[in-house]
Structure formats: C-alpha cells, structure tokens
C-alpha cells in the first residue's frame, strides 16, 4: 500500500505544471505563490480570504452573467459532497500517510493539497497564509468526518464561500502561466475584447483599474490549465486527461469547436457568452451529446436446470459520440 501512494504522488507530481515547482515564490513549492515582495498581501482570516475578490461585486453590473455562474458547477467548485469526500481520501489515505518527499526534495505534507488541488477549485487561496491553508485542510475533513451532522453541515457551509469564480477566471488564469507565474496583474480583469462595458470597473469594483483583453481566454489552452495540467514536457499517453482527449480525437481528426463554442456557447456575436458550462449536469445538453439506438428483438431464454423457457429480449445497443471528447471524462 505504502508503494502505491508513493507511485500516486510521484505520478501525481509528475503531472503538475512546471510553473509550480518554478514560481520562486513562498517557502518552497507549495508554499504561497504571490512574489516575495507582496508577502504583506497574504491573509489569515477565512471570511476576509473569502471576500477579497467576491464575485457579488461583479453582479452590481453583470447580473446575467453572474447568475449564470452562480447555478453552474464552476460556483460549487470547492464544496460539493463529492469534492469533498475526494478531498478527505486524498489527505487522510494518502498525504498523512506518505512519509518521502516531493519532486522538490520537500517531504510531502498536508500542505501538498494546496498546490495539488486547491489552486484550481479555489485559486484565491493563493493569498492565505499556510495557517490559513491548514485551518481550510482541517475544515475539510470535519465537513466529511464530523459525527455531529450540525458540524459537518456548517464545514460544508463555511467552505462552500471558497470556489472558482470571475477573478479566478478573469484575472489569475487569463494569461499563460499567469498563476504560478505571477504573469496577471493583479488590479486587471482580463477579457475576450478588453472593453469595460457597461461600467468602469475602475470607479465600480474594489481592487481592479483597469481592464485589458487577453485572447487566451478563447483559446482551448486556456481550459486546458485545469482540465489538462500537464507540462508539455509530459507526452498525451504518460497524460490522460479531459485536454487530451479533445486533441487526439476530435482536433487531430478535424474537428474545429473548442471547449467554449459548446460549454460557453453565444446566442450572437454581440452577446455574452453563457457562463452556466453547460455539461453533463444539463439533460438537454448532454442528451444532444450522444445518439444512442436500440434493437430489441423477443426471444425466449432456456433454463435447462429448470427445464423452463423463459422470455427475453436481445438488445443491440448502439451509442455514438456527439461530444468534442470522450464520454465519461471531466
């Protein structure tokens, strides 16, 4: 058992972006990943991490897009029950459990989570303290193993303020390499065209002054950061991933939509893009993304035991794929 957490975390390692282990920031790889020199920005209270960029302040002027956002699975990010109960296996079977050390040289603790999973599910987790990190890692655990259901529904409660959302999308990963890079800056909200409509976030929004456009937000690239995550040093067969699947067998074959013509689709040009992500949490969508038709023939079944026919149906079912990737995957 002991070798094959030491293999999952190795392999777990391997497939992290190299910009992890090379941000040179914090007290080593999953240490905070802000510059040195903004180290005064880092925080220790849970609320006041919770609110430094709260995506309610974008709905003063976006209500649409927010509310889109707030029902789609990007706004539940952190605190789902099946997140969670990852989560708890992750540190409790593997992490307090491995005693050998990183790529790094570090050994692997449960600060690990941090630069394993977190940054994705909540990227302004960037700026807490690793105090802060393990009082969140603690949080987790009691939301999953509690045995007051009280407790555990109010762990859930306080972690469900932790998720993806605008600035994550808009600001830490709107560049290449702009997490672990440091690459965003920090007062911007990046997007597709890089007009400030319909307000000035500048007068409007605490903490942004600027807007600018970044076209790496249409780009599939962009997705790739969470659903791929792999170095491009790391060949697609060492590397399966939601990304991989995309390239191989829909790009490489011919296929032309990326990952927002079908989960950011617009009515029209001058529209916003739906940001619900449609999935497969979304019958009508997900029913769009497989054809599926069955034969039914009757039959009859001979239980020779028994010495009793028995009627049946012979079902030949077959499925195809609509989707830009391989179902299931995620």
Known sequence: MRLLLTVFLL??????PCAAVASGSGSG????????????????????????????????????????????????????????????????QGLDREKNPDWSGEYVT?????????????????????????????????????????????????LSKLNLDCYGCHNMFAVKDGYWGNSSEVDAIYGPTGKVDPAN????????????????????????TCHHGCPDSVPFWQCKTLYTSYVENYALKGGKQRCQDCHMPKVDKDTWADHSFPGVHNKDF?????????????????????NELTPTLCLNVKITSNSGHGLPNG
């Not at 392999?11 to 992290?16: D, E, G, P, Y």
């Not at 007068?203 to 249409?218: A, D, G, R």
């Open 11 to 16: 392999i777990t390692a391997a497939l992290m």
């Open 201 to 224: 976030h500048g007068e409007n929004v605490p903490n942004v002054t600027k807007t600018i456009k970044s076209e790496y937000l249409t780009s599939v690239n962009y997705c790739a």
């Open 29 to 92: 790889p999953h240490g905070p990943t802000i510059p040195p020199d903004r180290a005064g920005e880092l925080i220790s209270n849970f609320d006041e991490l919770a609110s430094k960029f709260d995506a309610k302040v974008c709905a003063e002027c976006h209500e649409d897009v927010y509310n889109q956002w707030a029902h789609s699975p990007k706004a539940h990010a952190f605190s789902t029950e099946r997140v969670l109960q990852t989560w708890r296996t992750f540190i409790k």
């Open 286 to 306: 997900f029913g769009n993304a497989l054809d599926i038709a069955i034969e039914a023939e009757a039959s009859h079944f001979i239980n020779n035991y028994k």
């Open 110 to 158: 449960r600060m690990s989570i941090k630069s394993h999973c977190l940054w994705c599910h909540a990227p302004v987790i960037k700026y807490a303290t690793d105090d802060l990190v393990a009082e969140i890692i603690d949080t987790i655990i009691a939301a999953v193993d509690d045995p007051d259901k009280g407790k555990r529904e109010a762990a859930k409660g306080k």
